[in-house]
T-cell receptor
Framework: AQSVTQLDSQVPVFEEAPVELRCNYSSSVSVYLFWYVQYPNQGLQLLLK??????LVESINGFEAEFNKSQTSFHLRKPSVHISDTAEYFCAVRRGSGNTPLVFGKGTRLSVIA | NAGVTQTPKFQVLKTGQSMTLQCAQD?????MYWYRQDPGMGLRLIYYSASEGTTDKGEVPNGYNVSRLNKREFSLRLESAAPSQTSVYFC???????????FGQGTRLTVV
């Protein structure tokens, strides 16, 4: 079975500073990896995903995540955050074959301070 | 194109009451899911349906039942609500061959 650990429950950061949200997963098989974002009182939206190929994936709003197989990690980074990035971020994993559900981490609340 | 629609958005129940949370998707997706979100717990899978006519238990199925009424609709029923079922419930769907799931806006349920 797959599992996901998000190492930080809350991350406060000043506006225009860099941020890294950490995610580690465990799985004995190949996996797909995802970051979802949840703005206050809304549902979850896909931010980016890793399926195969290049280990660095990017989103349209400046976030990037790097798949590291040896460290079983998929950390999310942004070089300069904005107030509008304040949200909860969820890392998720799904088995890379078959029809299996997403397994989520417990989430990291990113608070950007002006 | 509405995506995944959940009703109601908010609900307050008394302990012991029953209710059904509705979910419908208009994207012709085969797989549908029910998750609950609790503070500090992330999203936990309650039940899922890989195709019309099939359902499977997830991580936290106790106290819930589901029905995959047709390809579009997947309902979640609480037969006898308990305060421990106070949560935000999310429905999601996914098309075969696509890796990510699409989520509804959630139902905030309070059991008093």
């Amino acid at each position: 079975a797959q599992s996901v650990t998000q190492l930080d429950s809350q991350v406060p950061v000043f506006e225009e500073a860099p941020v890294e949200l950490r995610c580690n997963y465990s799985s004995s098989v190949s996996v797909y990896l995802f970051w979802y974002v949840q703005y206050p009182n809304q549902g979850l939206q896909l931010l980016l995903k890793y399926l195969s190929g290049s280990t660095l994936v990017e989103s349209i709003n400046g976030f990037e995540a790097e798949f590291n197989k040896s460290q079983t990690s998929f950390h999310l980074r942004k070089p300069s955050v904005h107030i509008s990035d304040t949200a909860e971020y969820f890392c998720a994993v799904r088995r890379g074959s078959g029809n299996t559900p997403l397994v989520f981490g417990k989430g990291t609340r990113l608070s950007v301070i002006a | 194109n509405a995506g995944v629609t959940q009703t109601p958005k908010f609900q307050v129940l008394k302990t012991g009451q029953s209710m059904t949370l509705q979910c419908a998707q208009d994207m012709n997706h085969n797989s549908m899911y029910w998750y609950r979100q609790d503070p500090g717990m992330g999203l936990r899978l309650i039940y899922y349906s890989a195709s019309e006519g099939t359902t499977d238990k997830g991580e936290v199925p106790n106290g819930y039942n589901v029905s995959r009424l047709n390809k579009r609709e997947f309902s979640l029923r609480l037969e006898s609500a308990a305060p421990s079922q106070t949560s935000v419930y999310f429905c999601a769907s996914r098309r075969d061959g696509v890796t990510e799931a699409f989520f509804g806006q959630g139902t905030r349920l309070t059991v008093v």
